[in-house]
C-alpha cells in the first residue's frame, strides 16, 4: 500500500511528459535544417503576398515584438510603402536564394542571396548576400531582424597590425551606435598582396 502514491506519481510525471513529448512532435518543429528552411520559405511567401500581420502573429519573435507593436511592424512593411520603395530604386522584382542553412544550439542562420532584378528579362541585377538569424523557442522557429553579415566564431589569425587598426575601427563604429553588433570583425582575412587586389570572406569587399 505504500507503494501506491509512488506509483501514481510516477504515472503521473510519465502522462505529463508523454504529452509534451506529442505536443512538440504534433504542434511544435523539428530543430532541423529542412524545417527552419520550410519556415524561411513559408515567412518569404507571406511577405510576398504582403500578409504582414500574419508574419507578425505567426512568426516573429517574442523578443522582437517587444520592440515594435503589430501596427508599427504591419506599417513599416505597409503595402504601399513597400512597393513605393522598391520602386523608387528601379527594381522589377526580387529572388531569393537559400545558399545555406546553419543551426548552432537554439540559433538558426539562413545563408541566403538576394538578386534585385532592374528589367523583366533580369539581365540587368543586384546581387547581396547576408545571414538572416532565427531563434529555436517553445519547440518553434522564429525570425529576428537581425541580419549579421558574419556567423563565425573564432577569428582568423591575423598579423598584430591589422588587429590594432580593425580595433580601432569597430570601437569608433560602435561609439556611434551601441546597440548593433560587429561580429563581422572575425571574417575578416587579411593578407599582404598588391594594390590593386581586393578580397573578402565576408559577402563584402573590402582593400587589404
Known amino acids: 500500500m505504500k507503494r501506491a502514491p509512488l506509483i501514481i506519481f510516477l504515472i503521473i ?4 511528459g508523454y504529452q509534451i513529448l506529442a505536443n512538440a512532435l504534433l504542434f511544435g518543429d523539428a530543430k532541423d535544417e529542412n524545417t527552419l ?5 513559408e515567412f518569404i511567401a507571406l511577405e510576398k503576398e ?3 500581420e500574419e508574419m507578425y502573429d505567426k512568426f516573429l519573435a ?8 503589430k501596427q508599427s511592424y504591419n506599417d513599416k512593411k505597409g503595402k504601399d510603402q513597400w512597393k513605393k520603395d522598391r520602386k523608387n530604386r528601379g527594381i522589377v522584382r526580387e529572388n531569393y536564394i537559400i545558399n545555406n ?3 548552432r544550439d537554439n540559433t538558426g542562420f539562413i545563408d541566403r542571396t538576394f538578386v534585385s532584378c532592374y528589367d523583366q528579362e533580369c539581365s540587368n541585377t543586384e546581387t547581396r548576400r547576408a545571414y538572416k538569424k532565427w531563434l529555436y523557442v517553445g519547440n518553434k522557429w ?11 566564431d573564432v577569428g582568423y589569425d591575423t598579423a598584430p597590425e591589422f588587429k590594432r587598426a580593425l580595433s580601432l575601427i569597430f570601437q569608433r563604429a560602435k561609439s556611434y551606435d551601441s546597440r548593433k553588433r560587429y561580429s563581422h570583425h572575425r571574417c575578416h582575412n587579411q593578407h599582404l598582396g598588391p594594390l590593386d587586389w581586393v578580397g573578402t570572406e565576408c559577402n563584402y569587399k573590402e582593400l587589404p
Open 37 to 41: 528552411r520550410k519556415r524561411y520559405e
Open 142 to 152: 522564429y525570425a529576428t531582424s537581425e541580419a549579421p553579415l558574419c556567423i563565425r
Open 50 to 52: 504582403d500578409k504582414f
Open 13 to 16: 510525471v510519465l502522462f505529463i
Open 62 to 69: 517574442d523578443s522582437e515584438k517587444i520592440n515594435i507593436t
Open 101 to 103: 542553412v546553419i543551426i
